[in-house]
C-alpha cells in the first residue's frame, strides 16, 4: 500500500515539473519501463534513485516519499 503512495507521488511531482517519463528514465539511468514499475509502486526506487529523484524534480526527499506528510514544518 505504501509503495503505491509513494509511486504516484513519483508521477505526480513529474507531472507537476512538467519532467516527461521518458526524460526523468534518462537522469536516472534506467528504463522507462523501469521508472512506469517505480511509479506504479512495483519496484523501489534506490536510495540513490531517490536522492536524484529529489534533485531533479527540486523537492525535499522526504516530502517527495510521504516521510512528512501530516507534519508541520519550520521553514
Same mark, same amino acid.
Given at each position: 500500500?505504501?509503495?503505491?503512495?509513494? @509511486?504516484?507521488?513519483?508521477?505526480?511531482?513529474?507531472?507537476?515539473?512538467?519532467? +516527461? *517519463? %521518458?526524460?526523468?528514465?534518462?537522469?536516472? $539511468?534506467?528504463?522507462?519501463?523501469?521508472?512506469?514499475?517505480?511509479?506504479? @509502486?512495483?519496484?523501489?526506487?534506490?536510495?540513490?534513485?531517490?536522492?536524484?529523484? +529529489? *534533485? %531533479?524534480?527540486?523537492?525535499?526527499?522526504? $516530502?517527495?516519499?510521504?516521510?512528512?506528510?501530516?507534519?508541520?514544518?519550520?521553514?
Amino acid at each position: 500500500m505504501d509503495s503505491i503512495r509513494w @509511486g504516484r507521488r513519483i508521477r505526480a511531482y513529474r507531472k507537476l515539473k512538467r519532467v +516527461s *517519463q %521518458i526524460d526523468l528514465a534518462k537522469a536516472l $539511468e534506467v528504463a522507462p519501463a523501469t521508472l512506469g514499475k517505480m511509479e506504479r @509502486g512495483v519496484k523501489a526506487p534506490t536510495e540513490d534513485q531517490w536522492m536524484k529523484i +529529489s *534533485q %531533479i524534480l527540486d523537492i525535499d526527499m522526504d $516530502e517527495l516519499k510521504g516521510s512528512k506528510e501530516g507534519e508541520d514544518r519550520d521553514t
